[in-house]
């Protein structure tokens, strides 16, 4: 009897792998443009706005480029990672506690990581805000290649 | 005696215990004084799961007790009465026998707005705009927060939308209570 059924790992995995796939094609280009719907119909970026493109253009390896996106896109990235291995931890069925809530419980109780996350959060919200008020467009919009935004940035950096 | 026709149910007989005279069929039956008390044959029995999830048991109630006094259990530990189907939590047991025995009146339940792991709004929204699965995982639905980022990418962010009043009506609903993993606009 395992805390999750057989079913359900198998679901978790399956649902990795989507994952994994639809970041590969995402980044790859393949897939058309995503249009945050925060930056799109709320008119605001949230922090990791941008983060799509940086890490396109970190591996492609133009990393002024990158950091140029999102300079805080590693962290947003280590965070969807755990949020991945948490997926499999649980596909591979282990029990609760799973990694994720291990990291957001160690950061919960930890006052400085804490401190550090907020001032990350809240100094990346007013950085791609007033971005976002200067240039007209999102940082994220437009993950495609093609895309105008990513021309447009691309001529920033 | 009674068998052979030698006694009659309303013979008289002296019940030594109680200091008085009894009919036979009264003492035969237990009643008028409870000379016989019946056995108890519904006593629920136990199994629970180890470590390995491996059944042990059968045990009493009580020495299910002694188990959980002495360690072996905890209140956590998955149960299951003998010949049954459904596993639960021993702490469900023992609240289900604390009811019995007050008569199921006196142990109030606990309140359907209790949630020890209930998340504030500042970590709600301060992880939700950091990572939207991580946001979703405070309350245990990070694979659902998966779905909605996967959800929001194959329909250009439109899905998202939807995503955000799912993420406000599980933050408002499990404030209240725990919430499932699957669970969509959940209400209060």
């Known amino acids: 009897m ?45 922090p990791m706005c941008g ?58 109780r930890n006052k400085l990581l804490c401190a550090i996350q907020i001032v990350c ?26 895309s105008p935004v990513r021309e447009s940035v691309t001529d920033n950096t | 005696m009674k068998q052979e026709g030698k006694l009659g149910g309303q013979t008289q007989v002296l019940d030594e215990a109680a200091k008085r005279l009894t009919t036979l069929d009264q003492l035969l039956n237990g009643a008028g004084g409870g000379v016989f008390p019946a056995p108890q044959l519904n006593v629920k029995r136990y199994f629970y799961a180890d470590l390995n999830n491996t059944p042990i048991g059968p045990f009493s109630p009580e020495e299910l007790q002694q188990n959980l006094v002495a360690g072996t259990i905890r ?47 500042g970590y709600a929204i301060l992880w939700f705009l950091c990572c939207v699965p991580i946001g979703f995982m ?12 996967l959800i929001a990418i194959v329909t250009s962010g439109i899905g998202g939308l939807v995503g955000i009043v799912d993420y406000w009506m599980c933050f408002s609903a499990q404030q209240k209570r725990k919430l499932g993993e699957w669970e969509f606009f959940p209400r209060n």
């Open chain 1, 51 to 108: 983060t799509t493109r940086a890490w396109v253009q970190f591996f492609q390896g133009d990393i002024a480029g990158a950091f140029s996106c999102n300079p805080l896109f590693m962290l947003w990235g280590w965070w969807c990672l755990v949020a991945l291995a948490d997926l499999v931890q649980k596909g591979l069925g282990a029990g609760h506690p799973t990694i994720g809530e291990r990291c957001i419980i160690a950061v919960g």
């Open chain 2, 138 to 149: 405070q309350w245990g639905q990070a694979a659902k927060g998966w779905v909605w980022v």
């Open chain 2, 75 to 121: 209140a956590e530990t998955q149960v299951i009465e003998e010949g049954g189907t459904a596993w639960q939590p021993y702490s469900n047991l023992i609240m289900q026998r604390l009811s019995a025995s007050t008569g199921g009146a006196a142990v109030p339940p606990p309140p359907p707005s209790s949630n020890p792991k209930e998340v504030s709004l």
């Open chain 1, 121 to 146: 959060f809240a100094s990346m919200l007013v950085y791609v805000n007033v971005r976002l008020a200067n240039t007209g467009a999102p940082m994220s919009e437009g993950s495609g290649r093609n």
């Open chain 1, 2 to 46: 395992g805390v999750f059924s057989s079913q359900l790992r198998f679901g978790y995995l399956a649902l990795a792998a989507a994952i994994c796939t639809v970041a590969f094609l995402s980044l790859a280009g393949v897939l058309p443009a995503y249009h945050c719907p925060f930056a799109t119909f709320l008119e605001f970026s949230c």
